[in-house]
C-alpha cells in the first residue's frame, strides 16, 4: 500500500522554467491538498480538492495552477517558476473534505529555484 | 480567519524527561485539533487528535488536552525517547471547517 506518492521527489529550476508536480493516491481519498513547507512557517494550503471534479484556492495559489486529473491523481503547475517558490511541496489526502479527518501526506518534493 | 500560534519554536529535553508544546488558537468555533509528527525527510503523520467535546485524550506516551475557554490545546510527551526528535505542527480549521492552519511547528530534540 503506497499511501501518497509524489514525483519528483527533488527539483531544480531556472527563473521563468514551468514545471508539474505529481501526486497521485491509491486510498480512493475524496479529497487531496497541496501544501507548501517554508522554514518557520509552518505548511500552508496552495489549493485543494474537496472532491473529483472541484478544485478550489487555499492560502497562497499565487503563481500555481491545479488539475485534478481524476480521483486518484491531482498535480500542481508552476507556469513560471520564480526563486520565491523555492520551497518543499507536500501533496495530501483524505477521506473526506477534510478539517476533521486524518489527513496523509507523501514523503514531498524539494523545489530549487534559481 | 483562522490564526494557530505554536510555542515553543524548538525544544530540547533529556532522555526520559516530559515535553509539552502548546498552540492557541483564534476561531472560537473549531472544534478538531490534530497534531502531526514530522520525521527528517518525511511527510508529516497524524499522532493524536482531540475534539472539542473531550477535554483530554491519551494514547500510549502521548496526550492531547484542550481548554476551549482559553482557546488553547497542548501535547504533552512522556518519557520522551530518542525516536521522539522530530518536528511537531498543532492545527486547527477554519471558515466554517473547510481548510486546516498549521501551526508554525515545534522541533524536538531529545538527547540521549
Known amino acids: 500500500n503506497a499511501g501518497v506518492t509524489q514525483t519528483p521527489k527533488f527539483q531544480v529550476l531556472k527563473t521563468g522554467q514551468s514545471m508539474t508536480l505529481q501526486c497521485a493516491q491509491d486510498?480512493?481519498?475524496?479529497?487531496m491538498y497541496w501544501y507548501r513547507q517554508d522554514p518557520g512557517m509552518g505548511l500552508r494550503l496552495i489549493y485543494y480538492?474537496?472532491?473529483?471534479?472541484?478544485?478550489d484556492k487555499g492560502e497562497v495559489p499565487n503563481g500555481y495552477n491545479v488539475s485534478r486529473l481524476n480521483k486518484r491523481e491531482f498535480s500542481l503547475r508552476l507556469e513560471s517558476a520564480a526563486p520565491s517558490q523555492t520551497s518543499v511541496y507536500f501533496c495530501?489526502?483524505?477521506?473526506?473534505?477534510?478539517?476533521?479527518?486524518?489527513?496523509?501526506f507523501g514523503q514531498g518534493t524539494r523545489l530549487t529555484v534559481v | 480567519g483562522e490564526n494557530v500560534e505554536q510555542h515553543p519554536s524548538t525544544l530540547s529535553v533529556q532522555e526520559g524527561d516530559s515535553a509539552v508544546i502548546k498552540c492557541t488558537y483564534s476561531?472560537?468555533?473549531?472544534?478538531?485539533f490534530p497534531w502531526y509528527k514530522q520525521e527528517l525527510g518525511k511527510g508529516p503523520q497524524l499522532i493524536i487528535d482531540?475534539?472539542?467535546?473531550?477535554g483530554e485524550k491519551k494514547d500510549q506516551r502521548i496526550a492531547v488536552t484542550l481548554n476551549k475557554t482559553a482557546k488553547h490545546f497542548s501535547l504533552h510527551i512522556t518519557e520522551t525517547q530518542p525516536e521522539d526528535s522530530a518536528v511537531y505542527f498543532c492545527?486547527?480549521?477554519?471558515?466554517?471547517?473547510?481548510?486546516?492552519?498549521f501551526g508554525a511547528g515545534t522541533i524536538l530534540r531529545v538527547k540521549s
Open positions: 476561531d472560537s468555533a473549531s472544534n478538531y
Open positions: 492545527a486547527a480549521p477554519r471558515e466554517y471547517g473547510n481548510k486546516l492552519v
Open positions: 495530501a489526502s483524505s477521506e473526506a473534505h477534510y478539517s476533521n479527518t486524518e489527513a496523509f
Open positions: 486510498m480512493n481519498h475524496n479529497s
Open positions: 482531540i475534539r472539542s467535546n473531550v
Open positions: 480538492s474537496a472532491s473529483e471534479g472541484t478544485t
